[in-house]
Nanobody, 120 residues
Framework: QVQLVESGGGLVQAGGSLTLSCRRT????????MGWYRQAPGKQRELVAS??????IYADSVKGRSTISRGYARDTVDLRMNSLKPEDTAVYYC???????????????WGQGTQVTVSS
């Protein structure tokens, strides 16, 4: 069973910072990427940042003020966001793209989401 456990969301003032953390459980034969998406009310879900073994990818809207990194264990990923803006308000979802042990295909797995609210 795959679970993605997210933490670190909450209410923060504009200009502030926060760190989102995600820990995955379940056996994977291969993981291509872990990262974060977000969805604001009335908008489509969008990629925020993604981390592979080779590179980190950021949305233009957060580039330069966000850092995605692996946690102490390779099954965790952290997203540090600085200089937060009201438009960063959204539900943030952790995801992993990987192949489970015993399966042939790669799939995306999602967390439940954590609310980030930035007040002006």
């Amino acid at each position: 069973q795959v679970q993605l456990v997210e933490s670190g969301g909450g209410l923060v003032q504009a200009g502030g910072s926060l760190t989102l953390s995600c820990r995955r459980t379940g056996s994977f034969a291969s993981v291509l990427a872990m990262g974060w998406y977000r969805q604001a009310p009335g908008k489509q879900r969008e990629l925020v940042a993604s981390l592979t073994d080779d590179m980190a990818i950021y949305a233009d809207s957060v580039k330069g003020r966000s850092t995605i990194s692996r946690g102490y264990a390779r099954d965790t990923v952290d997203l540090r966001m600085n200089s937060l803006k009201p438009e960063d308000t959204a539900v943030y979802y952790c995801y992993v793209r990987g192949r489970r042990v015993g399966l042939n295909e790669f799939n995306d797995y999602w967390g439940q989401g954590t609310q980030v609210t930035v007040s002006s």
